[in-house]
């Protein structure tokens, strides 16, 4: 991969008062539809079927409009420590945390859609300085993928998940990182098993909530719950991925909604929140509406509603199916996740599991959902990755 700078330069957030003036003349202004036509009485399920329900729209529009302080966590990015770097000409922003503690490992956490590095605000301390003495412990860098957040969008097409792997390479190399255990959920997790796959002399191994067999495996010799996961992931992709096909097909005509309209980027969002969470009916059973507002006030002041959807044009479907992942790898599935991957298919892709986890609870955005066992697993799971790491070193 070709460099144009090495150079690593610290950066803060700062959005101006004008731009939250803006916010909320437009919040003030919004037009909505009529409610939704079916069942309506909360809590229930049934009220999200066609999408996010006017009342929760209108709540959280209400409060994003007079309560909701962006200030916290602009403020919290830059006591974690955040900085940019150009990488083949496109700018990208991340947190980076080191460890006080000598024998820490390198971390990389890559985030997903329609996350950000919100995903991982509340776990980065924890990750990098354990208040158990006996944890792992971990310098932890956390980049917003091309298009998200603080990076550059991308002028032109390429930008794909081989791409950002291959940056992510660079990325940790700048920081004096040449070999690094790495994470992640959703693209994150697609990316983390390129990185392991294509970079291995770089990864010490990996953890995450995402794997994908390669195409075309039997459901031979499946357990029953396990051809339920399958049939659940068929149904997911058959009847509620009309988001990701949107995203990889026009992800320019949806993005001029996302980026102009607040209610209409809030929407978008908040169905994915609430479906995807291991909740019974709203995603604030789980996760904070600051949190999730966080989350969408930083693709709206970034506008980068519709840089992030195209990672669907460039990526949707796109893992080589023939990639293998030989390092340690540590997966965890969680049970109300939108795609769980039977062990069988897995371990045709990554060919040395070393730990295998079915949380009780939890869904698509763990660390935001239950981050206390979040973290617990991702330090026992990178512990053994990097216990069969040293075996295999020794």
Not at 206 to 234: K, N, S, Y
Request: glycine content about 8%; overall charge negative.
């Amino acid at each position: 991969m070709s460099t144009q700078t090495s150079n690593v330069q610290a950066f803060e957030a700062h959005a101006s008062d004008a731009d939250f003036d803006d916010l909320r003349a437009r919040l003030a202004a919004a037009r909505l539809p009529e409610a939704e036509t079916v069942y309506r009485a909360a809590p229930d399920p049934r009220r999200w079927e066609q999408g996010v329900p006017l009342a929760d729209v209108v709540d959280v529009v209400n409060y994003w409009r007079t309560d909701y302080d962006w200030r916290p966590f602009e403020t919290r990015l830059n006591q974690i420590g955040q900085f940019r770097t150009t990488i083949d000409g496109l700018g990208i922003h991340f947190l980076h945390r080191r460890s006080t503690r000598a024998d820490a490992t390198p971390l990389l956490l890559t985030h997903g859609w329609p996350d950000s590095i919100v995903r991982f605000i509340d776990v980065v301390d924890e990750l990098a300085d354990p208040k158990d003495a006996d944890a792992p412990a971990f310098h932890v860098v956390v980049p917003s993928l091309p298009g998200f957040g603080y990076s550059d969008k991308p002028v032109t097409t390429g930008w794909g998940t081989e791409k950002i792997a291959a940056a992510w390479v660079e990325l940790m190399g700048r920081l004096g990182y040449s070999k690094f255990a790495a994470h992640g959920g959703d693209w994150g997790g697609n990316i983390t098993t390129v990185l392991a796959g294509r970079f291995p002399e770089h990864v010490l191994g990996i953890h995450t909530t995402f794997a994908e067999g390669p195409p075309g495996l039997t459901m031979d010799g499946l357990t029953a719950v396990e051809r339920e996961w399958a049939e659940e992931t068929r149904d997911f992709w058959r009847r509620r991925g009309a988001y990701a096909k949107q995203q990889a097909t026009r992800p320019q005509t949806i993005g001029y909604s996302l980026v102009d309209s607040p209610v209409g980027l809030l929407a978008w969002i908040l169905d994915k929140f609430a479906e995807w969470s291991d909740t019974e009916d709203s995603p604030f059973e789980t996760i904070s509406r600051d949190r999730v507002l966080d989350d969408v006030t930083l693709y709206w002041l970034t506008r980068t509603g519709a840089s992030a959807a195209r990672i669907y044009y460039e990526s949707h479907n796109s893992l080589d199916p023939d990639l293998r992942v030989d390092v340690p790898s540590a997966l965890t599935m969680y049970p109300r996740d939108v795609e769980k991957c039977p062990r069988p298919w897995a371990q045709e892709r990554y060919r040395q599991i070393v730990r295998w986890t079915l949380p009780a609870k939890g869904g698509h955005f763990p660390s935001l959902e239950v981050p206390e066992y979040f973290v617990k697993d991702l330090q026992e799971g990178l512990a053994a990755v990097l216990a069969a790491t040293g075996s295999a070193e020794a």
